[in-house]
């Protein structure tokens, strides 16, 4: 009873913060993306806190704002890019898995939780958000990372609250902060990091007179990569590590301020690399193996195999939603290996979960985010901004190549954010060249009608 009373009074409080101020409410979503793991029930229909939250900003949104011009001017400028069609496609697409899929009832939850309400929440984010509040959505990711990394710092030092007694044993622990398992934070983290780090090198850069707030900013930035880059190694996740260094090379290959000394430095790591593997051979990536008869490579490659046999008997519509686990299971020969939720695979994970159209349309969507981000008046109005955004994006696609860094309620809502972030940029850059356009034609009509 209590429970519900404290729910119904958070909910009650976030709905009149959302109608007063549209904006808080989406920093205080982005900061509570971990709200997901506070779940219960309305009406018999599984929510969650996070899931809740966002329902009721588009709620507000769309009281406040309905019929809005603005929102008609944005909805042209994403039909301009033909993002507005990938989208429809890629909703379309998980509709139809809904019906592909053995469990109807799960898959209607992921349809909820996965397409649904992060497509809602980059509806408001790209409506009330703009290049000059991006600031404040940066400071509400860090907020969140830092404050998640305190509590695996604390876990790694104690042992405490950690759930699984062998990630809690001190000779293999493995940080989860509040989340369920250790992948979890190391899925959250990186793209995060790469985008605080650039954030940060972007914001020193402008100052000119410094001041004691300017150094304040400097130490909580350094403090903030330092405690963040170290939860995520107690994660013990090597695809996270891989990631964010596969960000930072990609940040500081187009970063043009730096490119001369990052080439220098490239040039050093791989002769130091060649080197290494000289002397002392290959290293060892394995890892300390996680079930009996194979370690974390080896049981990858294993359920890709698995994976790819099924989807060649399954090519169009592949599993369907939550329909991976049930569909799998006649292909499964690796008895060693539990069958998990998803291959760890981000692209064998689209095909699977919502067919070959589905991961048709994500390529295509990321297709256009790096079309946007890589375009040149973007690059020059709003440099390094987009650059950032795409760094956080590879970091985000490289982990996908070893894990699924998005079918999570917070990782599915992070990933139409940078959508929504690029979409921010690109919506100033389409102001002014429609303005311009408008300028030029009636100037022309003008001179018409004196004629």
């Not at 902060?177 to 959250?188: G, M, W």
């Not at 964010?244 to 990052?262: E, P, Q, V």
């Not at 940078?418 to 034609?441: D, H, V």
Request: with cysteine; proline share 3%.
């Amino acid at each position: 009873m209590f429970y519900n009373v404290l729910l119904s009074t958070y909910f009650i409080l976030f709905a009149a913060l959302s109608c007063l101020r549209l904006n808080w409410a989406v920093y205080l979503i982005i900061f509570a993306l971990p709200g997901y793991l506070i779940r219960f029930q309305i009406f018999g229909i599984p929510m969650t806190l996070l899931e809740s939250m966002i329902l009721i900003l588009f709620l507000a949104l769309a009281i406040k704002k309905s019929g809005n011009l603005e929102i008609r001017k944005l909805k042209q400028i994403i039909i301009n890019h033909k993002l507005y069609y990938f989208i429809i496609l890629f909703l379309s697409a998980a509709t139809v898995s809904v019906f592909v899929s053995p469990d109807p009832r799960a898959a209607l939850g992921i349809w909820k939780a996965y397409f649904i309400e992060p497509i809602l929440f980059l509806l408001v984010f790209v409506s009330v958000i703009d290049k000059y509040k991006l600031k404040n959505i940066f400071l509400a990711f860090s907020s969140s990372a830092f404050l998640l990394s305190l509590i695996a710092i604390y876990q790694k030092i104690t042992g405490n609250l950690i759930s699984n007694s062998f990630w809690a044993a001190e000779a293999t622990r493995r940080v989860t902060s509040v989340f369920e398992y250790p992948n979890a934070l190391a899925l959250y983290l990186p793209p995060i990091i790469i985008l605080i780090i650039g954030f940060g090198i972007a914001q020193i850069k402008k100052v000119k007179n410094w001041n004691f707030n300017n150094y304040l900013f400097i130490i909580y930035h350094l403090l903030f990569v330092g405690i963040v880059v170290a939860s995520t190694i107690f994660t013990k996740s090597k695809g996270a590590i891989i990631a964010i260094l596969a960000g930072l090379i990609f940040y500081a290959i187009f970063y043009k301020n730096y490119r001369k000394y990052f080439i220098s430095l490239l040039t050093i790591i791989f002769i130091s690399l060649y080197l290494y593997i000289f002397i002392f051979g290959l290293p060892d990536l394995r890892g300390v193996a996680t079930v009996d008869g194979g370690d974390s490579i080896t049981t990858r490659i294993n359920m890709w195999q698995e994976t790819w046999a099924m989807l060649k008997d399954r090519p169009i519509f592949g599993a369907g939603l939550a329909g991976y686990q049930t569909i799998i299971a006649p292909y499964h020969q690796k008895n060693y290996i539990e069958i998990f939720l998803y291959p760890h695979n981000i692209f064998l994970t689209f095909w699977s979960e919502i067919g070959l159209l589905g991961l048709v349309v994500f390529l295509l969507i990321i297709a256009w985010f790096y079309k946007i981000g890589f375009n040149k008046n973007l690059l020059v109005a709003h440099y390094p901004l987009p650059i950032v955004l795409m760094a956080s994006m590879t970091t985000l696609l490289i982990h996908g190549l070893v894990d699924t860094p998005y079918f999570k309620n917070d990782l599915s809502v992070l990933f139409w954010l940078l959508i929504g972030s690029i979409i921010i940029l690109n919506k100033k850059m389409a102001t002014k060249t429609k303005t311009r356009y408008n300028y030029i034609e009636n100037s022309f009509l003008n001179y018409s009608l004196k004629r």
